[in-house]
Nanobody, 116 residues
């Protein structure tokens, strides 16, 4: 069983920054993929960025150059640094953890609102 605890959401003005964190409980994990997804109001949940245990990253085109995903494997934590935020980034952001050993898990979601 893996539990994901997210933090770092909030209200920010356009052009501002936020950093989301997601800590996975349990032993130190190997061979996983962690990611951030978001769900804007009235829309489906879509991937924002992913990172493998080996450090390979992928981003949706709309956040490239603005968002950075990273991990601290010693802390079982994944981060999403979000810069130059836009109103269209407003959504509930969800952390995701996938491994062959443990399965597929989601965090509870954290609200990010970009508004002046």
């Amino acid at each position: 069983q893996v539990q994901l605890v997210e933090s770092g959401g909030g209200l920010v003005q356009p052009g501002g920054s936020l950093r989301l964190s997601c800590e996975a409980s349990g032993s130190r994990f190997s061979f996983f993929v962690m990611g951030w997804y978001r769900q804007p109001p009235g829309k489906q949940r879509d991937v924002v960025a992913t990172i493998t245990s080996g450090g390979r990253t992928n981003y949706v085109d709309s956040v490239k150059g603005r968002f950075t995903i990273s991990t601290d494997n010693a802390k079982n934590t994944v981060y999403l640094q979000m810069n130059s935020l836009k109103p269209e980034d407003t959504a509930v952001y969800y952390c995701n953890f996938v491994s062959l050993t443990y399965g597929n898990y989601w965090g509870q979601g954290t609200q990010v609102t970009v508004s002046s």
